[in-house]
C-alpha cells in the first residue's frame, strides 16, 4: 500500500544521479537524504496514539525514533568538504530500516 512513496522516492534518487552528472563538471554535487521515521511535529498524530512510537521504534534495528538534528548531522556532512567528493548518491539515515525492507 506504499507503490506511490516508493516510486517517488526511487525517482528522487535516479533524478540525483542524473544531476550528478550533469551538473558535476560545474561544481555542483547533488545527494539525496532519505530518512526514516524522527520525531518531529509531522509524526506527533501518529506517536500520540498509545505505544505507536515504541512500536515503530521496536522495527528499527537501532531500536530508537531520532530526533531531527540525528537527521541534520549527515546533512552537515554532505554540504562540508569532508564529503567534497560525494555526489549522486542516497544516504539513508533511517537506523538500519532499510536493511529489513523498511
Do not use: C, Q
Not at 496514539?49 to 554532505?78: C, H, M, N, Q, S
Request: glycine content about 10%.
Amino acid at each position: 500500500m506504499h507503490s506511490h512513496y516508493a516510486a517517488t522516492k526511487a525517482a528522487l534518487a535516479g533524478l540525483a544521479k542524473s544531476w550528478a552528472a550533469e551538473l558535476g563538471p560545474r561544481g555542483i554535487r547533488i545527494n539525496v537524504v532519505a530518512p526514516g521515521w524522527v520525531d518531529t511535529p509531522m509524526s506527533a498524530e501518529e506517536f500520540a496514539k498509545p505505544g505507536r512510537k515504541e512500536a515503530i521504534a521496536a522495527t528499527i534495528p537501532l531500536r530508537r525514533v531520532p530526533p531531527p538534528e540525528d537527521i541534520a548531522y549527515p546533512i552537515l556532512f554532505l554540504v562540508s568538504e569532508w564529503a567534497r567528493h560525494i555526489t549522486g548518491t542516497t544516504l539513508d539515515v533511517n537506523g538500519g530500516a532499510v536493511l529489513v525492507g523498511g
